[in-house]
């Protein structure tokens, strides 16, 4: 029997009154998505947290999901740099692909993850996911902006099958209190 390795990812959404906790992560489909479509996940608590605070407490509280995911089927673009360059060079393919079939110069990042997904991760059997930092477009969350010396690593799944355990981790934190840590 193959044993894998197994990572926790970290998973925040609104907390409602009315609505029970998740039994299942709710897939993103904003077209501003760093990585497309698919389940998001924060590598760290810490930036769980930050995204309850600051993206997920219309209500004034934010719940915190913990999940297993299996590591062999993530492309690792922040510590593996075979996959870093895999991913930079489908990223420039996809660019200019989308530009010569357009004549035009303007690409968005919805459609640079929209031809991945659809043309080259979804072929890759091993790819189900990715490992990405994503990179503060805010100046908060460091105690000396702009040097943000903790990566703020996200994952993606594109593909439920790959995870397990997805429990409810932290319930109704407070979230209105915008502080920087």
């Known amino acids: 029997m193959e044993e894998y390795t197994y990572i926790i990812g970290y ?3 609104e907390f409602r009154e009315e609505k029970p906790p998740l039994s299942l992560p709710i897939l993103c489909v904003d077209q501003n998505a760093w990585l497309g479509e698919g ?3 924060w590598k760290g608590i810490e930036y769980a947290h ?3 605070k600051d993206k997920k407490s219309k209500t004034g ?3 915190i999901y913990s ?3 299996n590591k062999e089927f993530l492309l690792d673009t922040v510590f593996n ?3 870093y360059n895999f991913f930079k060079s489908y990223v420039d393919k996809a660019i200019k ?3 010569t079939n357009r004549n035009d110069d303007s690409v968005t990042i919805d459609e640079v993850h929209t031809f991945l997904k659809r043309n080259v991760w979804n072929k890759i059997e091993n790819i189900k996911g990715i490992i990405y930092e994503d990179i503060p477009t805010e100046k908060k969350h460091s105690e000396i902006p702009p040097l943000y010396y903790k990566k703020r690593i996200q994952i993606v799944v594109y593909d439920l099958n790959i995870t397990k355990k997805f429990d409810l981790h932290q319930e109704k934190i ?3 209190e915008k502080k920087r840590l």
């Open 11 to 13: 998973h925040t959404q």
């Open 39 to 41: 389940y998001y996940f």
């Open 50 to 52: 930050y995204w309850g």
């Open 61 to 63: 509280y934010y719940n």
């Open 67 to 69: 999940i297993e995911i």
């Open 81 to 83: 740099e075979d996959d």
């Open 97 to 99: 692909k989308i530009k």
């Open 174 to 176: 407070q979230g209105n």
